[in-house]
């Protein structure tokens, strides 16, 4: 039997961000990845380290959604030095763009009320009408009626970012198994052991942080992980001269010169099949927003399927029946993998998530059965 400090289930951007940080904190992990038969979120993803659409009615997923983008230029300088893999990380704030002035009334009400929530923490945000959005973003369509504004928001390389947790995780003495699911394991407080081709692996630490995977998979230590698939498409254009100097949360253009047009919200299951239907109204939007987009060629266009808790905030636990077992689940695994690296691994390497954590907890799912 193969012993280490720690297991964690799952090596997308969660469970990459999470073994990076325990490697960090001095375990000898093991990360065991199913590999590209499953559903990866982390490589059809937009790229965004977004922060203003996040946690309206809920201010402690905006505290944490904010302490991440804080995190994320430690993070990208980290991976820099350590692995010489630039992730390509760029804060130079964000735009929701408005099309119409019942959006744009929408869309204040939102950002007021989330700096009302905000209380001493503070939001800082404006809302932009089209002449101060039309000189920050050249070529701006006339349907554009504004556009909220917040400092915080940015982007990245989401695949230079996999590829860079990965490496230093591996070059800090961590083990990836990949091509390795796991279905089973014997649970004990402290004490998980998972069979795998290459014989059985013990833990006193688990934690599972395999995406979609997480449904059927908590429930074996204890845990409940109720995420479902929601489907995003997404359309990339050929390469461009920069045009764009910051990112709005559906148009962006990446280091390398493609825009990057998304991405839809969809009900579907685990259907990742594309549709010319939402295509075209991602694609019209797109327009709308900037009519010289019509010029450029799109050369990619995928779906893939997030990872959706049932609120759309993120599910941390500990399990009480098998302490040592921990839970990740989230939707903004791009966004958050700086908190998870930085300041969820520190925790779960103490055994001991901080009580700011609590209402990430499945519990808050739990009903009351009425007498
Ligand atoms: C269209 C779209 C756009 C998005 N845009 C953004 C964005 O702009 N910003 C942002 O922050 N987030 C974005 N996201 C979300 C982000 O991609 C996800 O939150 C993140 O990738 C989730 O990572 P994960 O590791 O939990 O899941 P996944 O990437 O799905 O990885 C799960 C891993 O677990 C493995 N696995 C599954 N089951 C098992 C098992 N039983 N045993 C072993 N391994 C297993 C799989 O092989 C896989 O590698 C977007 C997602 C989509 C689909």
Redesign the pocket.
Known sequence: MQRFDAIV???????AAIAHGLAREGLAAVM????DV?????????????VQSKGAGAPHYQRWTRRSADEWPALAAELAKKTGIAVGHQRPGGLHLCLGEAEFAERRDRMERMRREAGNFGFEYRMLDYRDVADLLPGLGPAVSGASWTPYDGHAN?LKLLRALHQSFVDRGGRYMPN????DAAAAAHDFRIATAAGEIAAPKVVV?????NAA?ASRFGLDAPVKPER???LVTERAQTLLPMPTTTIRQTEEGSIML??SQEDVGFDTSQKAAVMQVIARRAVLSFPWLRELQIVRAWA????MPPDGLPIYDQSERFPGAFTV????????AAAHANLLAPMIAADALDPSLDLFSAKRFDVPVAA
């Open positions: 289930i799952g090596g997308g951007l969660v469970g065991l990845d199913e590999g499953a559903f990866r979120a982390s490589r059809g993803n937009f790229g965004l380290v977004w989401p390795t699911k796991v279905s942080a395999a995406g979609l995977g998979l995003g498409q997404i998304g991405d893939a399927l997030r990872v689940n989230c939707h903004s695994g791009v966004t958050l």
